[in-house]
């Protein structure tokens, strides 16, 4: 296992390094021109002279790879540049909205998983019966409303009309409750679904009749195998789901204004904050190759065959 | 006469009104080996499922019944027939390697089997079920009950899948072809397992074969089935040597030879899902067909003592 992770590890290495140059190379090519803008925030007078200077003293004259390096060198430091527009760092702009992130993603999830799982294997097991068919059909409406529906909808119930919540949120618990639900029912529609398709795939096995065959209770049949097998395709889920909402729910955020990753680069894109979108895609990079690695290494324990077979070779 | 243990009477068993099972009667004694063999689709698998009341959804079963130890298993509650199979009738399934769990030990799989009906701790769960498999000649229990099912040979799993059935010392084992996708060495211990479950747990098995000479080699009572009825039961030498029915006879002559070819298949095929006929339902493959045969339906007849056939010809039962 530990070795797994070493190699999954070296494996990294070019990804990341693709994607630096990558990220870097935009920047590079950008219209806009770094020492100008420095020029400008420092209320110096603008001439050929001066930008030349502000290049030289800025490392921007030096070939692009030893401001590749330089760049590399930083972003190992944590140091990632100043937001454009509002002159701080993009590491502290990143770490504030960080949290609100995480948490509307933590609180989805859970949300999620919780309505889900039950539900799918409710449906599973009666299956075509009037229940099953009930959540389906609602499944099937929640599944293609739109999200900024869905959450002007519940604005507008809970917190125009009923006035339950605030319409503005305060980043409080309390005001996570509307963007949690919004985000989290399309998620759920579709987990039930698949969860429900992966359970009656899995019930149809000839093991579960052999089980059977012996008197094994059908609890234990439930959830010590079948639910316990089904649990790779909810990973599989999980992994894309959970890449999706820490990248900040653009739509999500917009609507309940909520100050997270999405919110933030939606602005810096419509602002040119090259370095807060930079900061931005670095961040996403990180999520993405550690959400696969942890997805990987739940296969393995999950799955007996692949962690064998990699134990012998 | 020993006690008796199964008794199937007028079993009907069908889909969509279309009759698999057409009537079929059969019955087993303690402790009782009984073979039974008929050509694909006839409905042996069908009838062994009606048993052990775990038919296929879209079956069902239309008349008739079926007394185990007394007990009418077809009026059992769902849980109840849950209590009952594993623990004192069980089955074994052609395919082992699909009727485990690949993500479970062979250990886990005794102990669900085990914890679903007493209750035991797991570590003398474990002793048992080794203790079981040693007395069944398979070496080194602990490694098979630490290993999962990918990890062993299929022969392996078909053995353990039988030791597994056994887990709880049900007094009847029913085997749907369990040494059919077995190479022929490995079969020998499947059926010797099988053998020696009877003399040292005087299980009664009810095994399904297309392999006639497994089925002479171990079986006492040899019953054929065709479309869905027996047509010939009885004693193992007077079934096998003595064969009575034409049918039976032709399903003898057509086993293969060392050479693995088939010496004589019997032309045609059986009457399909829902085809009726007036008469006996091999008459349109029998060679000795005669008038009655295409009109009146042909009943088990008592032809000595331990041998019944359902065929209208006074046949000499041939010597082979
Ligand atoms: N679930 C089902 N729904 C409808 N028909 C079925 C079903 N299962 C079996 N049958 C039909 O019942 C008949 C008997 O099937 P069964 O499996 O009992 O035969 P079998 O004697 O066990 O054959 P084999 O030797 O191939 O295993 C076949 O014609 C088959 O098509
Ligand atoms: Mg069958």
Request: proline share 4%.
């Amino acid at each position: 296992m530990l070795k797994y992770i070493y190699r999954r590890a070296l494996q990294l290495i070019p990804i990341l390094i693709g994607i630096t140059i990558i990220n870097f190379g935009i920047m590079y090519l950008s219209p806009s021109d770094p020492a100008e803008r420095e020029l400008v925030l420092r209320g110096m007078m603008v001439s050929q002279e001066t930008l030349a200077a502000m290049r030289a003293d800025m490392g921007l004259d030096q070939p692009f790879w030893i401001q590749y390096g330089r760049w590399v060198k930083n972003l190992f430091k944590g140091d990632l540049g100043t937001s454009f527009a509002s002159g701080r760092p993009v590491m502290v702009e990143i770490g504030e909205c960080l949290p609100y992130t995480l948490s509307l993603a933590a609180t989805a999830i859970i949300m999620t998983m919780v309505v889900s799982i039950p539900l799918g294997l409710l449906s599973a097991v009666r299956q075509n019966g009037i229940l099953d068919y009930l959540i389906r059909v609602l499944t099937f409406v929640g599944g293609t409303m739109p999200g900024f529906l869905v959450g002007l909808l519940l604005i507008y119930v809970f917190g125009l009309r009923l006035k339950w919540q605030p319409v503005i949120s305060d980043g409080s618990w309390s005001s996570m409750v509307l963007p949690t639900i919004t985000l989290a029912l399309a998620m759920t529609c579709k987990y039930i679904r698949q969860i429900r398709a992966a359970i009656l795939e899995e019930l149809d096995k000839e093991y579960v009749w052999g089980a059977r065959a012996r008197g094994v209770k059908e609890k234990y049949i439930l959830y010590r195998n079948v639910l316990k097998n089904s649990m790779l395709t909810i990973i599989t889920l999980l992994g894309i789901s959970i890449g999706y909402l820490l990248g900040g729910t653009a739509i999500v955020e917009i609507i309940f204004t909520w100050p997270g990753m999405g919110k933030l680069v939606m602005e810096a894109i419509n602002m040119r904050d090259y370095p807060i979108v930079q900061g931005y895609v670095i961040w996403m990079a990180v999520i993405f190759v550690s959400v696969n690695l942890i997805t990987d290494l739940s296969y393995r324990l999950l799955n007996p065959r692949i962690r064998l077979s990699e134990e012998v070779a | 006469m020993a006690e008796e243990l199964l008794k199937i009477t007028d079993l009907k068993v069908g889909t969509r009104g279309l009759e698999i099972v057409k009537g079929l009667t059969l019955s087993m004694r303690k402790g009782e080996i009984l073979g039974l063999a008929g050509e694909s689709g006839c409905g042996k698998s069908t009838l062994i499922k009606s048993v052990i009341r775990l038919l296929a959804p879209g079956l069902a079963i239309t008349s008739g019944s079926i007394t185990f130890d007394g007990i009418d298993l077809l009026g059992l509650s769902s849980e109840n027939a849950r209590k009952l199979r594993g623990r004192r009738l069980t089955l074994v399934s052609q395919n082992a390697v699909e009727a485990l769990n690949d993500t479970r030990t062979i250990g886990s799989h005794f102990l669900e089997t085990m914890k679903s009906h007493v209750k035991i701790e797991k570590k003398k769960a474990l002793r048992e079920a080794a203790d079981l498999m040693a007395s069944l000649d398979l070496s080194d229990p602990e490694r098979i009950l630490a290993s999962y099912p990918f990890e062993l040979s299929g022969g392996m799993n078909q053995r353990v899948l039988i030791a597994l059935a056994m887990v709880m010392r049900p007094e009847l084992m029913l085997a749907d072809e369990p040494t059919s996708a077995l190479d022929a060495a490995v079969q020998a211990q499947a059926v010797s397992e099988m053998i020696k479950l009877r003399e040292k747990y005087g299980a009664a098995i009810l095994i399904v074969t297309h392999n006639l000479g497994v089925l002479a080699h171990m079986a006492e009572t040899v019953g054929v089935m065709y479309s869905g009825l027996l047509v010939e039961y009885g004693q193992n030498q007077a079934v096998m040597g003595r064969p009575a029915h034409p049918y039976t006879q032709a399903l003898i002559a057509a086993v293969p030879d060392l050479q693995g070819q088939m010496k004589d298949t019997i032309e045609g095929s059986p009457p399909s899902l829902g085809e009726i006929l007036p008469g006996c339902d091999f008459s349109p493959r029998c060679q000795f067909a005669q008038e009655v045969c295409q009109n009146v339906k042909p009943e088990l007849r008592k032809l000595s003592p331990d041998h019944y056939a359902a065929c209208h010809l006074d046949f000499k039962p041939l010597d082979s």
